[in-house]
């Protein structure tokens, strides 16, 4: 297949623009966003996108999880579209540019073909996925996961926030529940850019990560029961204390980590307790412990040790525990061929690279279980995401998405 020549290059401006427009809606309280799944920002955040999209000439498609497609055509209808995207959702301390690098990464891509006047055989389809982060509404990934069979659309409609609204609701109430089937449609190849959200590349002086896996992840909902008491007049040794419990038990997640050092992580992003009083002993703790390795047996011998520990401790306490898996997928492997553009696309183009397991979840690992698949990475600033400081340069963010133009042009074939 024809590469595009090293000379064709994205409009770095326009990018960095649109992420500046987009990172207006929904903004955080700190300078990054909280524009949060199937919420109002959502909704309007969809909205520019997809007026971003209809102006480059593209065609919309929806899914029933809210799944967006803008497609370029290309010369032969009849090929499979090359896919290229990431999600607009973030999280409530959110940065700008994680998911949504991705995803104006790939309106990019078309904005440059339409400037340029290139045709492709295959045609292209910027996506922006559903409840990316999970946050809101657990697992992670929900709606590419639904839309690679991992999970049954009825199961992810059920979903609940903290206050007990229901995903499919939610989708319903902003406008955003589309009539096509999940899953029906079928690709050629899919491409993903994001930020690296750790340090590596910015450390080793990288401009760009060619993925070619990504590490596994594991959330289980620990639920702990002791018993509500006053905190003044109740003696210590009658205490049923889940807060502590939790306390003990989160020790032991962070040495069940270490114990695989070093590339297993763990610790518990999500914690309540209840009934979170200032002179109440807590009766009751909710919390998900997140463990991650590119090893499955790794993870799965963390699963396991903190079952045995927690119920070790809770026992010992006095204290009633429960475990539910709410999230979680095996280590990936990217697709070689698909990799290999990724990589012969920053040699072309000059940039340093390295090879990169991704430490955080991403579409494109479920989606690697439909298609051919694989992701392009830059830096971001002290390797830092999932806070509202995250950072990356126009340097960074232009030299990712040149390398995805490049990957996804060669993979869709130019033809004029
Ligand atoms: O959890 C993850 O790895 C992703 O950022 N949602
Ligand atoms: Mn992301
Ligand atoms: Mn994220």
């Known amino acids: 297949?024809?590469?595009?020549?090293?000379?064709?290059?994205?409009?770095?401006?326009?990018?960095?623009?649109?992420?500046?427009?987009?990172?207006q809606i929904g903004p955080g309280v700190a300078g990054g966003n909280n524009?949060?799944?199937?919420?109002?920002?959502?909704?309007?955040?969809?909205?520019?996108?997809?007026?971003?999209?209809?102006?480059?000439?593209?065609?919309?498609?929806?899914?029933?999880?809210?799944?967006?497609?803008?497609?370029?055509?290309?010369?032969?209808?009849?090929?499979l579209p090359v896919y290229v995207g990431s999600h607009l959702d973030t999280q409530p301390t959110g940065g700008k540019y994680d998911g949504v690098l991705g995803v104006l990464g790939g309106l990019e891509i078309i904005r440059s073909l339409n400037d340029m006047g290139i045709k492709t055989r295959?045609?292209?389809?910027?996506?922006?996925?559903?409840n990316e982060e999970g946050t809101r509404f657990a697992p992670a990934m929900l709606s590419s996961g639904v839309f690679a069979g991992v999970h049954t659309q009825d199961w992810a409609y059920a979903r609940e926030d903290a206050e007990g609204l229901k995903f499919g609701d939610e989708l319903a109430r902003i406008g955003w529940r589309g009539k096509e089937e999940v899953g029906a449609r079928k690709m050629h190849?899919?491409?993903?850019?994001?930020?690296?959200?750790?340090?590596?590349?910015?450390?080793?002086?990288?401009?760009?990560g060619v993925v070619t896996h990504g590490q596994g992840l594991s959330w289980t909902q620990v639920t702990i029961v002791g018993k509500d008491s006053h905190t003044g007049s109740t003696p210590m040794p009658m205490r049923k204390n889940a807060g502590l419990g939790m306390a003990r038990v989160l020790e032991q997640v962070e040495a069940i980590a270490l114990s695989h050092a070093p590339h297993a992580v763990g610790a518990a992003g999500h914690i309540d307790v209840f009934p979170n009083s200032r002179n109440v002993i807590p009766g009751k703790a909710v919390f998900t412990v997140d463990f991650r390795s590119p090893d499955l047996s790794v993870i799965e011998d963390m699963e396991a040790r903190l079952r045995i520990e927690a119920q070790k401790i809770c026992d010992d306490m006095g204290l009633g525990v429960e475990f539910e898996k709410v999230g979680?997928?095996?280590p990936v492997t990217f697709d070689e061929t698909c990799v290999a553009a990724v990589r012969n696309a920053a040699e072309r183009l000059g940039y340093s690279h390295m090879n990169l397991i991704?430490?955080?979840?991403?579409?494109?690992?479920?989606?690697?279980?439909?298609?051919?698949?694989?992701?392009?990475?830059?830096?971001?600033?002290?390797?830092?995401?999932?806070?509202?400081?995250?950072?990356?340069?126009?340097?960074?963010?232009?030299?990712?998405?040149?390398?995805?133009?490049?990957?996804?042009v060669e993979t869709a074939e130019i033809v004029e």
Do not use: Y
């Open 189 to 208: 190849a899919m491409f993903e850019l994001h930020i690296e959200q750790g340090p590596i590349l910015e450390a080793e002086g990288k401009e760009i």
């Open 328 to 330: 979680g997928f095996d």
């Open 1 to 23: 297949m024809a590469a595009p020549a090293e000379n064709l290059k994205i409009n770095g401006e326009r990018l960095w623009d649109s992420l500046m427009e987009m990172a």
């Open 122 to 130: 295959h045609p292209i389809v910027v996506t922006n996925w559903t």
């Open 35 to 79: 524009r949060q799944t199937v919420t109002d920002e959502d909704a309007e955040g969809r909205a520019l996108f997809q007026k971003w999209c209809e102006a480059a000439g593209c065609s919309m498609g929806l899914d029933q999880m809210g799944n967006m497609f803008a497609r370029r055509e290309g010369s032969d209808p009849d090929a």
């Open 358 to 408: 991704s430490g955080a979840g991403h579409d494109a690992c479920w989606i690697n279980r439909v298609a051919p698949t694989a992701m392009v990475m830059c830096p971001c600033v002290d390797g830092l995401s999932h806070n509202e400081a995250e950072e990356i340069s126009p340097e960074w963010a232009a030299a990712g998405a040149n390398v995805l133009f490049h990957a996804v």
